[in-house]
């Protein structure tokens, strides 16, 4: 399969590029797989596709403020940093920086006028670096008063409240970008979704940039998609199992908790179980899904890897047609965009 079959033409100004003051405001599309009629409400309507003895399943990553900028102790020069991935056990990071060319190893780069300051003890591929940070005091508290949200490239509005670009129930730190599904409910919402009789689970995937990254390749199947790590609970994974046992529809909230279930029921012949791991799991038509029923998802870019994830739950036909429709309609794509809700199958 071509990844010029999940290409559509999407104006640039159907982007948005800033959040919504209400979370529940955004539109959401409602699709049914297999069909080419869609539905359109707002985001709330969410609560009638829901119903009791359903498990609707939430991925409570945080994400962290992780770009930094600092500058070059011998020189004064502005230096962007990215964090990406601390090494186990230590105040080592990998990073991303810009301009790479400055940085070399031993190069010291200062934050915050000296509140938090960084060695850099490696060179990494296409502008990576490692660096040893030092600081006094918890390095998460220090990154939330100086790191800036990473936000995706084509966001180019700077975002007034950080929280924004978190979910209500995000929790566990260690993504670099938001599982944007979530960032429609409120507190409130999901509150009525119990009084409903749904259980709402959490569990956890760190996105990783490689979610931004476009597919390189003409044919999908060369594709190799990064790794990014997960953990589910005994609880959360009890929990679904009891919802499926007694034909209860899962509903995944995002595509990285899709991804989660399925790189575990994928394993266990549909049943989830609890453990931790790396998932560098990539679904596209001719996969079957072993958990996940229905999907709550944003509008993604075309030919991205999420496009091929969606079109799998309903059809490329479907997802096409929806996206279309989309367009004409002026939804508004990407991460503060609005909702797509994918009807489980009869």
Known sequence: MRVEDF?????DELIAQTPLIDRTASRLMVVTPGATKVEHHHFAHVLDELHAGDCLVLNDTRVLPARLMGVKEETGAHIEVLLLKQLAGTDEWETLVKPAKRVKVGTVITFGEGLLTATCTGELEHGGRTFDFHYDGIFYEILEQLGEMPLPPYIREKL????RYQTVYAK???SAAAPTAGLHFTEQLLEQVKAKGVEVVFITLHVGLGTFRPVSVDSIENH???????SVTEQAADTINRVKRNG???????????????TIGSKYEGEVRAEQGWTSIFIYPGYNFTVVDGLITNFHLPKSTLVMLVSTLATRETILSAYQQAVDEKYRFFSFGDAMFIRPKK
Do not use: N, Q
């Open 224 to 230: 190799e998609m990064h790794a990014e790590f997960y």
């Open 248 to 262: 209860g529809k899962v509903i995944a909230v995002g595509t990285t908790s899709t991804r989660t279930l399925e």
């Open 160 to 163: 007034e409240d950080k929280d």
């Open 172 to 174: 566990e730190r260690g």
């Open 7 to 11: 290409d559509f033409e999407l104006p």
